[in-house]
């Protein structure tokens, strides 16, 4: 009997016997009708549970997981629910999902024929890494009387880790093979020179610079032939992922800690996959979850066990450890991707001499955040004195960003500035810029 729950339909039949008894207190020959009414509400009940409970697995159903989450993307979760009774049945599904996603009201309706099968999906975005625990998958089941409804329930308990994003990794992967396109468009990038990764001679075609003529081959074949070079490979790429408490701020449900480590997962893609060695570390305090750069098999995995449950620890990030740490462990010239936050020049000062460390023997990118907010103010046409006010703020914070970026341009430091919803093709943009330019 603890499975069986009365539906709303059973208590409006009570309401109108009510209504009936009420009109009787007038007109007492309607007593008669009234009980009359109430009689059959008791019955219909009776023979609408018999219906539902006469057959033990009326129904069977189970609950289609993916192998892990992908934080701050849409998670499709799978339910296939079978119905075993000989009539149409009524299902409302309620599937205890992670409390992390604060879902109170979770609710779907189904109809589905006698012998049918029901398949349908709903979608999960989770906001944070870690560990997601799914309760009960319950399903209420109702005859076409609706009066009554039976409870089954199926796979008690379900544990799903949320890693950094990986579904849109693949994406990317055609860019990561046309070094001389960028992401967002179709725009060729000039190269200073060229790299000295010698891949093939081939025939001239117009358009093939002439230095690089090979004029042995040339005199072999009796036509023109050159010498075609590639970007060169097994290059260095560390990724420093700041976990101070300037990257807790939130924009859009994730925290730019969760941007950062979800475009070093979709940068650290497409490097492997350019046949350059990708590795990082975080810092904060002091350097943690280390991972060497290298180009072997498992490397993503790797760099994603590394990410999975990394937290801001509120601290104020210690730049000087940084800087000795990365001295110390990149004896190789590297490409060192920094993403962190600076909000103001003042900020940027008190850690300047130690990113110019870095920089003398790296080549260093700075990656930080343009605040959406202050966007949305700087764009929007004021209409009163404070919002005129507030705009002028916001343009003083902006400025101040623009500073950031001349400062360190003077010290030959690389920065990306960029919306934290563009970082992941922001960062692999400039990637492959750099590459294609061949100056790492």
């Not at 219909?44 to 992908?70: C, H, T, W, Y």
């Not at 810092?283 to 990394?310: C, D, H, M, P």
């Amino acid at each position: 009997m603890k499975n069986l729950y009365l539906n709303t339909r059973f208590f409006f039949a009570l309401i109108a016997v009510g209504i009936l008894y009420v009109f009787a207190f007038f007109f007492p020959w309607m007593m008669i009708v009234a009980h009359m009414v109430l009689l059959l509400c008791f019955l219909a009940a009776m023979v609408d549970g018999l219906l539902i409970f006469n057959q033990k697995n009326g129904i069977s159903a189970q609950r289609i997981l993916p192998e892990k989450l992908s934080n701050g993307d849409e998670n499709p979760v799978k339910i296939d629910i079978r119905n075993n009774y000989g009539f149409t049945i009524h299902a409302n599904v309620i599937d205890e999902i992670p409390f992390q996603f604060q879902k109170r009201d979770f609710l779907i309706k189904k109809k589905i024929e006698a012998g049918k099968n029901n398949f349908f999906q709903y979608i999960l975005e989770p906001k944070e890494r870690g560990e997601y625990n799914f309760g009960s998958l319950n399903i209420y089941v109702s005859s076409p009387l609706g009066l009554v409804s039976k409870r089954f329930s199926f796979q008690k308990d379900a544990n799903l880790p949320a890693y950094p994003s990986f579904i849109h990794l693949r994406k990317y992967e055609l860019m990561a093979l046309q070094s001389e396109f960028l992401l967002g468009g179709i725009k060729r990038i000039r190269k200073l020179g060229h790299t000295m990764e010698f891949e093939q001679i081939k025939d001239y075609v117009p358009g093939d610079d002439i230095r690089t003529i090979n004029w042995k081959a040339t005199s072999k074949t009796n036509r023109l032939m050159v010498n075609q070079f590639q970007d060169e490979k097994s290059q260095r790429i560390f990724m420093l992922i700041d976990k101070g408490r300037t990257m807790k701020m939130p924009f859009k449900g994730l925290s730019l800690l969760d941007y950062s480590i979800n475009a070093a997962m979709a940068l650290s893609h497409i490097i492997l996959k350019k046949g350059d060695r990708a590795g990082m570390m975080t810092f904060s305090k002091k350097t943690e979850n280390k991972v060497a750069a290298e180009n072997k098999s498992g490397q993503l995995r790797k760099i994603s066990e590394a990410l999975y449950n990394i937290k801001t620890d509120f601290f104020e990030s210690d730049f000087n450890r940084l800087y000795q740490d990365v001295k110390y462990s990149l004896n190789q010239r590297s490409l060192v991707l920094l993403f962190t936050n600076f909000e103001t020049l003042d900020g940027l000062n008190r850690q300047l001499k130690y990113l110019r460390g870095i920089a003398k023997n790296h080549l260093l990118v700075v990656i930080f955040f343009k605040n959406s907010e202050l966007q949305t103010l700087i764009h929007k046409n004021p209409e009163s004195t404070q919002e005129i006010y507030d705009e002028i703020i916001a343009e003083k914070f902006e400025f101040e960003k623009k500073l950031i970026i001349q400062e360190l341009r003077k010290y030959g430091i690389y920065s990306v500035y960029t919306l934290p919803e563009n970082l992941n093709v922001d960062v692999i943009n400039k990637y492959l810029e750099i590459k294609a330019r061949g100056i790492l």
